[in-house]
């Protein structure tokens, strides 16, 4: 009986055994198919991402940035090339004429312009970027920067003619253009490397995108004056999820292809503005950080802003805000009581 039992007993504990190892190891058919699982999503993961978009490529996202002074007076809309901007800088020249500054790197415009004189704000811009700067003329501050090579350049006022050519539809200065076919070869024709990437902003998840929160932003406008003439309005439009850009009333198109300008990520700041001669040139802080919104999917959130090795981000709590992936358009307005500028949002 003491024999019957000590086995009986051992039988048990194997029995036991087994029962238990069966629920540390658990079943093999469900961890198979977590395997697969996993197997699947690294398949489906999209392998790469334009560093100034965040949108996923197939492809290799490398190459490097062209920054593009953009001319903005009333006579030189619509522009061309907008439309392909990873990102757009718009900013006082002097007086209440603001420009742009068109950065591509995901996309590549045929056409780019009209190109209009540079200020020194801007090229620090694409400094921070290591983007090729395009721009037809200049001023004192900006010439003394471009002719001792602080950034890779290509000047219309070298190459009026041969890389820049002259639109017969307009008049100077509100009539030259490049094509990006130009510009990758004046950057050959100066040894300029095309290959490195610019630094990335940080960007939210798709999943993430859908499910930003804020206040009410169905409509935004940045006035520079009490004229209007340089007003920037946006509208968000519901049925593509972007802002839609508006001119003194008129829509923002591309003048060739009459494509809209579509917006994902509209982000304005406020900093000191000093005017430093009698022609209203500008001396803009782009350093020391400020106040700003930042405008998502109809959304609105109050952030603050810093420069990060010469990129220009978002804060909030301490903490960068990532952009939606997609396109992204930054409005700079002084904070200065004396420069008449407003933002206005509208809720409905």
């Excluded at 996923?56 to 940035?65: C, H, L």
């Excluded at 022609?279 to 603050?304: C, T, W």
Aim: aromatic share 10%.
């Amino acid at each position: 009986m003491k024999k019957w039992a000590v086995a009986a007993t051992a039988a048990l504990l194997l029995l036991s055994g087994c029962s238990n190892k069966e629920k540390v190891n658990g079943p093999k058919e469900p961890v198979k198919e977590v395997e697969e699982v996993v197997q699947e999503e690294v398949e489906n993961e999209i392998p790469y991402h334009y560093p100034l978009t965040g949108v996923g490529s197939e492809i290799e996202t490398d190459g490097r940035a062209v920054a593009v002074m953009v001319n903005n007076h009333p006579k030189a809309r619509p522009q061309s090339g907008l439309h392909k901007a990873d990102i757009v800088y718009e900013l006082l020249a002097e007086g209440d004429v603001t420009r742009f500054l068109a950065v591509f790197q995901s996309e590549k415009p045929e056409n780019i312009g009209p190109v209009r004189s540079a200020r020194d704000y801007y090229i620090d811009l694409a400094k921070g970027l290591d983007a090729l700067f395009i721009a037809h003329g200049y001023s004192e501050e900006a010439k003394e920067l471009l002719e001792r090579n602080y950034v890779d350049n290509l000047n219309g006022m070298v190459y009026d003619g041969t890389l820049f050519k002259r639109a017969s539809f307009r008049v100077a200065p509100h009539n030259s253009y490049i094509t990006y076919e130009n510009v990758l070869k004046g950057a050959n024709e100066k040894k300029y490397s095309m290959n490195q990437s610019p630094p990335a902003f940080q960007f939210l998840s798709e999943e993430d995108s859908e499910s930003v929160t804020g206040g009410e932003a169905n409509s935004v406008m940045v006035s520079y004056s009490a004229s209007g003439v340089f007003n920037s309005t946006y509208e968000y439009d519901d049925s593509v999820g972007k802002y839609k850009r508006y001119s003194d009333g008129e829509q923002t198109i591309d003048y060739e292809t009459k494509e809209p300008i579509l917006i994902d990520n509209l982000f304005i700041i406020e900093t000191t503005h000093q005017v430093i001669d009698d022609a209203a040139h500008k001396e803009i802080d782009l350093q020391s950080g400020g106040s700003g919104y930042l405008f998502q999917k109809g959304k609105v959130i109050e952030v603050e802003w810093k420069n990060d090795n010469g990129l220009i981000v978002p804060v909030r709590n301490g903490e960068v805000v990532p952009f939606v992936p997609g396109k992204t358009w930054v409005n700079v307005v002084p904070t200065n009581p004396g420069l008449q500028s407003s933002v206005s949002i509208n809720a409905n």
